[in-house]
């Protein structure tokens, strides 16, 4: 019997998908890369399939099917492939209303860098994105590295899954809508979702006394229903992302505030964002792009 779902959880060859007609309901799904796969595509998929992605299946029982046809994406996020040579890029989640851009104040400390690129991939996909800075309680002062970003117009919260702070502002603002949580490991990705869920939503790791990271915790991406129409999507913690579709030479664009000044022939080294911006260029022109 054909029916369509959402792809939840993405398996070498095979995923889980979510049934339209009862999101409790979960089939497992090989795939073939070859029926799904758009072979005149410039870039190569990792994975054929995305979380978040919707698919029509051919379902056997209540239990299994097999994935029959992958059905237009509205966006996707996307990044280069980390570990392999070429235009082999990673689909982190397709169809989604907002990326989540996790960080924590301290262990790991707030870095800017991820931050950034990320911005830049959600001005490409045009996806919305949320800044959010977990681990509050450890706030020293008025330390506020997320100023910045505020000022630059983009919605940041504060949140701390020890202390509640924000958790509920956090919620309200995801309400009925499709949220990617992405960020370096140890964040707290796992622990603030299952802080807005109610419920425990997969394993948490601790931090490394060592390097001051995460010990990549969660290993595979994973989609959760929460009711309402409400998903998150759970990911492994992320080192690098390697920006698709951004030319070095049109990069200051996505700095707005840099390029306003650039437009006005102006100064700008000395903006916060000068450095990010030229150690992302650099990276870029690097890649011969
Ligand atoms: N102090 C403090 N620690 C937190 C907070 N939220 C999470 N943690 C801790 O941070 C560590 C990492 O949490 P996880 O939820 O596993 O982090 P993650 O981002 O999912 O990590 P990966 O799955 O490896 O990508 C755990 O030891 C949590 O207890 C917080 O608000 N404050
Ligand atoms: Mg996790």
């Not at 054909?2 to 049934?19: C, D, H, Q, R, Y």
């Amino acid at each position: 019997m054909k029916k369509t779902g959402t792809v939840s959880e993405v398996f070498p060859k095979m995923a889980n998908v979510i049934l339209d007609e009862d999101e409790n309901q979960k089939v497992l799904c090989p795939y073939r890369r070859g029926q799904i796969v758009d072979r005149d595509a410039e870039w190569r998929e990792r994975s054929p399939v995305a979380p978040g992605d919707r698919v029509q299946i051919h379902a056997y029982g209540s239990k299994d099917g097999v994935i029959e046809e992958l059905l237009p994406r509205t966006n996707s996020i996307v990044r280069r492939a980390p570990g392999r040579e070429g235009k082999i890029m990673h689909t982190i989640a397709a169809n989604v209303d907002f990326v989540v851009i996790t960080t924590s104040l301290h262990d790991p400390d707030f870095s800017p860098g991820l931050v950034d690129r990320f911005l830049i991939a959600t001005t490409v996909a045009q996806i919305r994105p949320i800044l959010v800075i977990n681990k509050m309680d450890l706030r020293a002062g008025e330390e506020a590295p997320w100023k910045l970003y505020e000022d630059l117009g983009y919605r940041c919260v504060p949140v701390s899954t020890q202390t509640g702070e924000g958790v509920d502002t956090l919620r309200d603002m995801l309400k009925g809508k499709t949220s990617v949580f992405c960020g370096h490991s140890g964040v707290g990705k796992t622990s603030l979702l299952s802080a807005l869920f109610g419920e425990v939503v997969g394993r948490v790791g601790e931090i490394s006394k060592a390097t001051g990271k995460g010990k990549h915790t969660t290993t595979v991406s994973k989609l959760i229903p929460v009711g309402g129409g409400t998903r998150f999507i759970d990911t492994p913690g992320i080192k690098e992302f390697g920006l698709i579709g951004v030319d070095a030479k049109d990069l200051i664009q996505y700095f707005p505030e840099l390029f306003e000044l650039q437009e006005k022939r102006e100064a700008y080294s000395h903006l916060p964002r000068f450095e990010s911006y030229t150690r992302i260029r650099a990276a870029l022109e690097d890649e011969g792009r």
